[in-house]
């Protein structure tokens, strides 16, 4: 299996990730099967719901209202969850959200954690850093350990093992498990994993969770699961440490009312998941008795500032928009370089890296619009492309190096051209003169030569047509046009 | 403190992005044009929850108040169990004789993990999604008891039974500390999108409606 890097400061350029997955066509059946199986389960339980606009509405001027509000309404999570007996961290940087857990984790002598699956410490690398200090991290979520012991990368956020099948999940459980006799048997293979795992659940006493809501009303905390992994971690162990972006915060408990019914349709196709749970600091007598939760900026705030990127932070991670994507059907997560693929990724990843990285991103999408539609928070992610797009040639118009580009200098020369009509006649010639040994018998280019395989590479080039449409009007004037 | 200096950074960033910008509207004032209040009855809508609890494989008995005691034997005796837990507030005469009952009297883990199932009252159910929903009172039970065992009877009554996630909402006079929302057994398709149930929850959900 490929290891891939999901670390935006290392991964490679979009496209050049993608090229050995568009190779790979066990990968790209394994993710347009799961994604199919999504896509049409979600659609059917959609049309279902004769107010599914109307919940669309409501779940997106609910988040567009708490990021206009974002300080009061975290300053009052904040009270009411220390009231109730938790304890709240700010944390600027993915650095200072690491070191606030791995404290923690000391404080408890912790020396291993259970995990409930959560983005955020993807995005905060925080697996390896404790595995670094002496804590080994068990990821609980079936996917998740399905990746975590094949020494792999999640390619999606709510199926993060979607683009591996049952032969290969025989395989890794099989060798780490110490099971040779394991069949495929997606039934066998689950049992195996929750004997594996409860052992863990009754004696690991410290988990990490991330938050779906944190809920400022009451200072509650809730995270929505299928499998119970996520109940086992939040109800057994003694110490609870909750890791949440800041945008995560909703105003009141009803709020759910609206979240619940977009969050499951969305992401799994089902009318609700299996399990949603809800705590708020701690309860005597039930569950941990030590509660953290880390409050996550990491780039947040910046988002907040510019008004059109802002929608970016309405986003309730369900992954509609990658499984619609056409892009990210082809490619599979991996090939976006960041925890967060798909059309949610191409706008949030660059954004969190403050523009630094990752600026491939948002040329990752063929703009259809799909990621739009399905968006149950209404994010105009093709919008936020483009504008992303926009500021990446900006920062490239003002970098020194673009005068020696040969792309740079091309599109000067092309701009020149396209300027007169003469000397664009002229070139139109001349191309079909050029081309014409590369062009196909079906009249298509499927390589260019040097810098042009920049274009080809991803893409097909129509040859230049024996007669342009100027010099066909010419002669219909001149009468000897054929029709 | 460097802890505290990052909270204020952070507000203070939060608070300068956002008090330029022009005020959507107050809380009050959200469009909140979904459906809210369903329109079957009583009857209807306690028949769409059971259909929909069995698409989710759950087992499912209906009877009367008067009924109620002997259906739990018979559910119990039904299911092939009889080591079972019990929250500390469940009536006393749901403790039907001939199991040996662990009542949660601080029950540890381990004991809880070696009964073969639990029986447990509900707050809520919402017919449109099948979910049960927990508050994790007395007759509930601590959030552990309803999770370790393998079986979960759960009795429910129909006036407990709305027909929309807003109507459980607009139910909650105060907003509970704990809930667990339980919408059929534990699942997982994770694997290649087979939809396999009981990962590390409960394996099998019963439950019985009463008629009151
Ligand atoms: S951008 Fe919208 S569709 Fe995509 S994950 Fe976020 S909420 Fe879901």
């Known amino acids: 299996m490929i290891h891939p890097v999901l670390d935006p400061k ?35 339980l959609v049309a279902e719901k004769d107010d599914w606009q109307a919940l669309r509405d409501a779940a997106s001027a609910l988040r567009a209202h708490v990021l206009e509000n974002l300080g009061t309404y975290l300053e ?6 220390t009231a109730a007996g938790g304890v709240v961290h700010w944390a600027a940087d993915a650095a200072e959200a690491r070191e606030i857990i791995l404290n923690i984790l000391r404080d408890e002598n912790a020396s291993e954690v259970i995990k409930i699956k959560t983005m955020t410490s993807a995005e905060i690398q925080l697996n390896p850093f404790l595995a670094q200090n002496g804590i080994e991290p068990h990821e609980t979520d079936l996917a998740e350990i399905i990746l975590q012991l094949g020494k792999d990368e999640p390619s999606h956020i709510v199926v993060p093992a979607l683009h591996v099948n049952r032969s290969q999940v025989r395989d890794i459980f099989a060798r780490t498990m110490h099971l040779p006799d394991l069949s495929d048997n997606p039934q066998e293979l689950t049992a195996a994993a929750r004997t594996y795992l409860r052992k863990k659940f009754l004696t690991v006493p410290t988990a990490i969770s991330g938050a779906n809501f944190l809920i400022a009303e009451t200072g509650g905390v809730s995270v929505v699961e299928s499998e119970g992994n ?9 110490t609870m440490i909750t890791l949440a972006g800041i945008e995560k915060v909703i105003p009141r408990y009803r709020d759910l009312e609206i979240m619940l019914q977009v969050l499951a349709r969305s992401a799994t196709g089902e009318r609700m998941n299996p399990y949603t749970s809800l705590w708020t600091g701690v309860t005597k007598g039930d569950g941990p008795q030590r509660f953290h939760v880390v409050l996550l900026d990491n780039g947040r705030s910046d988002i907040l500032q510019r008004e059109r990127e802002r929608q970016t932070l309405k986003c309730i991670r369900c992954a509609a928009c990658m499984n619609a994507c056409p892009v990210y059907r082809q490619t599979g997560g991996h090939a976006y370089g960041s925890v967060y693929p798909g059309p949610i990724g191409a706008i949030l990843t660059p954004q969190l890296m403050k523009m630094e990285y990752a600026q491939s991103l948002p040329y990752a999408s063929s703009l259809c619009g799909a990621c739009y539609e399905v968006c149950p928070v209404k994010i105009n992610i093709p919008e936020v492309l483009i504008d992303l797009r926009a500021k990446v040639t900006d920062q490239e118009r003002n970098e020194e190096r673009r005068f020696f580009d040969p792309l740079y200098l091309g599109m000067r020369m092309a701009n020149k051209v396209f ?19 590369l062009t196909g018998k079906d009249g298509w280019i499927r390589s260019l030569p040097a810098y042009g395989a920049r274009w080809t590479m991803t893409r097909d080039l129509r040859g230049v047509p024996q007669q342009s449409f100027r010099e066909w009007w010419t002669s219909r004037a001149n009468g000897k046009a054929k029709p | ?21 022009p005020h959507a509207g107050t809380y009050e004032s959200l469009p909140r044009a979904y459906r809210m209040q369903g329109e079957l009855s009583s009857d209807q809508c306690v028949a769409l929850l059971i259909e929909r609890l069995r698409e989710y494989d759950a087992d499912i008995t209906e009877c009367t108040p008067d009924a109620l005691i002997p259906t739990i034997a018979t559910q119990i005796a039904k299911s092939g169990r009889s080591i079972l837990a019990a929250p500390i507030g469940l009536p006393e005469d749901w403790l039907v004789p001939g199991c040996d009952w662990r009542v949660d009297h601080d029950l540890s883990h ?3 993990e070696q009964t073969q199932g639990v029986v447990t009252a509900a707050t809520c159910a919402v017919a449109e999604s099948g979910t ?70 409960p394996r099998f959900l019963n439950v019985i409606v009463v008629r009151d």
């Open chain 1, 10 to 44: 290392l991964a490679p350029p979009f496209p050049k990730a993608a090229l050995p997955v568009l190779r790979n066509p066990q990968l790209r059946k394994n993710v347009a099967h799961a994604t199919d199986v999504i896509t049409s389960k979600r659609g059917r």
């Open chain 2, 1 to 21: 403190m460097s802890a505290t200096r990052s909270r204020s950074a952070v507000l203070g960033r939060i608070r300068a992005a956002t008090t330029t910008t």
């Open chain 2, 132 to 201: 049960i929903v927990l508050h994790h009172g007395p007759a509930e039970g601590r959030r552990v008891l309803s999770l370790l065992p393998d079986w979960h009877l759960c009795v429910l009554k129909t006036s407990q039974v709305v027909e929309t996630l807003p109507e459980y909402f607009a139910r909650c006079d105060a907003p509970p500390a704990l809930a667990t929302f339980i919408s059929g057994p534990s699942a997982t398709a994770d694997i290649e999108m087979t939809r396999i149930k009981g990962v590390h929850g």
């Open chain 2, 110 to 112: 381990d004991q809880i």
């Open chain 1, 230 to 238: 996520g109940r086992m971690c939040l109800t057994l162990p003694r």
């Open chain 1, 419 to 437: 300027a007169s009509a003469g000397r664009f006649q002229a070139a139109q010639r001349m191309m079909r003169i050029g081309l014409k040994p």
């Open chain 1, 76 to 81: 009052q999570f904040e009270e009411r969850c």
